[in-house]
């Protein structure tokens, strides 16, 4: 089975701008997380998205935003981007809500300048 | 919410010898406690997993341990190798309705030749 995958890898914005990043979960997965990983800071949960619900929220501002898809892909959203957005952003997929094991996605590195 | 504490923050040790993580958590109602294990640039790898009906589990040279009473879990690598320098997350979950895997802030486990 193909693991999870994230689109961009890397992407370079500027404040104020807004970004979109995708994550395709494992075939046959329901279930995908957000965090954002920043050194000292560990893994910071963002969402989750099951079956095309957000079924639970992280403390992150409303700039951050998510939605889930038919086929279990994810987009997260981030808008009016500043300085501190710039961190790793992982997707993690599960078989389903809340009592799986998840497997992670390589990251999508968002810098803003 | 689950508070999840790792303790020591770095831990540096000689190969060929044992290295042991510890991981504390607040709630008692989680029951499922993965370890990952994050190379340089790479995304977070499940090595192991613990759920409360077990007081132990092996894989090879790693193995946790949990103890319930105390609200602990720990990450025993014996016979380390250089391949085993990386940042080490637990987590905690309770596997219900509305639950969100809580993370530690990782270890960086650094192993000398």
């Known amino acids: 089975k193909a693991g999870v995958t994230q689109t961009p890898r890397y992407l370079i914005k500027t404040r104020g701008q807004q970004v979109t990043l995708s994550c395709s979960p494992i075939s046959g997965h329901r279930s995908v997380s957000w965090y954002q990983q920043t050194p000292g800071q560990g893994l910071q949960f963002l969402f989750e998205?099951?079956?095309?619900?957000?079924?639970n929220k992280g403390n992150f501002p409303g700039r951050f935003s998510g939605r889930q898809f038919s086929n279990s892909r994810s987009e997260m959203n981030v808008s009016t981007l500043e300085l501190g957005d710039s961190a790793l952003y992982l997707c993690?997929?599960?078989?389903?809500?809340?009592?799986?094991?998840?497997?992670f996605g390589p990251g999508t590195r968002l810098t803003v300048l | 919410g689950e508070n999840v504490e790792q303790h020591p923050s770095t831990l540096s040790v000689q190969e060929g010898d044992s290295a042991v993580i510890k991981c504390t958590y607040s709630d008692s109602a989680s029951n499922y406690f993965p370890w990952y294990k994050q190379e340089l640039g790479k995304r977070p790898q499940l090595i192991i997993d613990?759920?409360?009906?077990?007081g132990e589990k092996k894989d090879q040279r790693i193995a946790v341990t949990l103890n319930k009473t105390a609200k602990h879990f720990s990450l025993h690598i014996t016979e380390t190798q250089p391949e085993d320098s990386a940042v080490y997350f637990c987590?905690?979950?309770?596997?219900?309705?509305?639950?969100?895997?809580?993370f530690g802030k990782g270890i960086t486990l650094s192993v000398r030749p």
């Open positions: 613990i759920r409360s009906n077990v």
């Open positions: 987590a905690a979950i309770y596997t219900g309705a509305n639950s969100k895997l809580t």
């Open positions: 998205y099951f079956s095309e619900t957000q079924r």
């Open positions: 993690a997929s599960s078989l389903a809500h809340g009592r799986d094991t998840q497997y």
